[in-house]
């Protein structure tokens, strides 16, 4: 089975710092992954998603992330945090053979002070 | 045009009772999905329906019962609540194929006293 981890579980930074969110999975085989966003009080939006293909993928909001299949990472990054990214993030993925449920990691709260 | 509609968004129910929590979705998805949420923000995946058959049911108690009416909607009863059934319940839904994502609904937020 499919999981995942999220090592950093609330990150505090100043407005214009930059940010990185790690994320490893473990999975033996072909796996698309996502990175989901959850500002308070609302519903998971999605941020990025990586399916096949160029390893950098660039999402909504300025951020982006990077899949290292030899680390079996997809790190979240974002070159500037804006207090509005104020938020939990999370980390998922699913198979691509099977069942098309999503695994997530554990998520990280992201807090941004002005 | 909300494409994943969940009701109610907010339920205060007492010990022992019986609820039910509706989903919509207007995707034309195939497959639908329930998540708990935990008080520490945990997302577990509790029942993914395709096509109104059930293809995944991780360990959860059969007090939760999933019911598809149709390949729109996929709706959660759950009997006897207990305390512990507080959380956040997402419903969420997908295309079918190996490249989809999933889009969730608002969340219910269930509380049991």
Redesign the interface.
């Known amino acids: 089975a499919q999981s995942v981890s999220q090592h950093n579980h609330h990150v505090i930074l100043s407005e214009a710092a930059s940010l990185e969110l790690g994320c490893n999975y473990s999975y033996g085989g072909t796996v ?1 992954l ?1 990175w ?1 966003v ?1 500002y308070p009080g ?5 941020l990025l ?1 990586y ?2 293909g160029d390893p950098l993928v660039k999402g909504i909001k300025g951020f982006e992330a990077e899949f290292i299949k030899s680390k079996f990472s997809f790190n979240l990054r974002k070159p500037s945090v804006q207090w509005s990214d104020t938020a ?1 993030y ?1 980390c998922a993925v699913n198979a ?2 099977g ?6 990691g ?2 990280t ?1 992201l807090t941004v002070i002005p | 045009d909300t494409a994943v509609s969940q009701t109610p968004k907010y339920l205060v129910t007492q010990m022992g009772n019986d609820k039910s929590i509706k989903c919509e979705q207007n995707l034309g998805h195939d ?1 639908m ?1 329930w ?1 708990k949420q935990d008080s ?6 509790m029942f ?1 329906y395709n096509n109104k058959e059930l ?2 049911n991780e360990t959860v108690p059969n007090r939760f019962s999933p019911k598809s009416p149709d390949k729109a909607h996929l709706n959660l009863h759950i009997n006897s609540l207990e305390l512990g059934d507080s959380a956040v319940y ?1 419903c ?1 839904s ?1 295309q ?12 219910t937020r269930l509380t049991v006293v």
Do not use: C, P, V, W
């Open positions: 698309n996502f989901y959850q609302q519903h998971l939006q999605l998603k399916f096949s939990e999370f691509r053979t069942a098309n449920n999503l695994f997530f554990t998520g709260r | 497959t999905y998540y520490k923000k945990f997302l577990k995946i993914s293809i995944i997402f969420a997908s079918d194929g190996i490249n989809t994502e999933a889009f969730f609904g608002q969340g």
